[in-house]
């Protein structure tokens, strides 16, 4: 009797359990949110990677693209060269090489460049002392600054990337080196030799 009553018990548990059916899992609910953002976050880190590639290759090739109506300057030395921009100058005047007017405008960028080549200096001796990698070579950095109409810093770019404290100390040296306001929009690409000392 016993056997029968084991075996009929015995026989409801694993009908019970085949009632049951598949089992399914649930995502917790946290988890599935901490995902979905992570997968934002890279998305937009793939984004932003893709953009400095495009910015580096422009620089690379001797300036950005310049948009619709805006005007690049690359400088040499002391020596100023519109490469780009529809033919004119910031001024919007047809000669490319543009007029007194935006000679003032390129002479001011020159003139912040030459008062920041101390602050420069600095970030990069900054960056010297947390990468001694780079103590043993000089760097021809190429330096991008795109202006607004209104002369205030829109973005800036350099290549090649010495380091993310380099590049942070730069761009907050770079966005005090602000200009009069101009008709067109304009990005000055600039070279400068940083050597260890």
Not at 81 to 102: E, L, Q, R, V
Not at 139 to 155: A, E, F, H, M, P
């Amino acid at each position: 009797m016993r056997n029968i009553v084991a075996g009929a018990a015995l026989a409801m548990a694993l009908a019970s359990v085949g009632c049951k059916g598949k089992t399914v899992v649930k995502a917790d609910p946290q988890t599935k949110e901490s995902l979905d953002q992570c997968n934002e976050n890279l998305k937009a880190k793939v984004e932003y990677i893709d953009k400095l590639n495009e910015q580096i290759l422009a620089l690379e090739s001797g300036g950005t693209n310049g948009g619709d109506g805006e005007v690049v300057v690359t400088i040499e030395g002391e020596v100023m060269t519109i490469t780009s921009g529809k033919g004119n100058g910031p001024s919007g005047n047809k000669d490319p090489k543009g007029n007194a007017k935006d000679t003032e405008l390129y002479e001011a960028f020159v003139k912040r460049l030459k008062s920041s080549r101390g602050a420069i200096k600095k970030c990069y001796q900054s960056a010297l002392k947390k990468n001694s990698a780079l103590s043993s070579k000089t760097v021809t950095l190429n330096i991008g600054v795109s202006y607004k109409t209104s002369g205030k810093v829109q973005k800036t770019t350099f290549n090649p990337r010495v380091s993310d404290q380099f590049n942070q100390c730069m761009n907050s040296v770079a966005t005090k080196w602000t200009l009069p306001g101009m008709p067109r929009p304009v990005t000055f690409n600039y070279k400068q030799t940083l050597t260890p000392e």
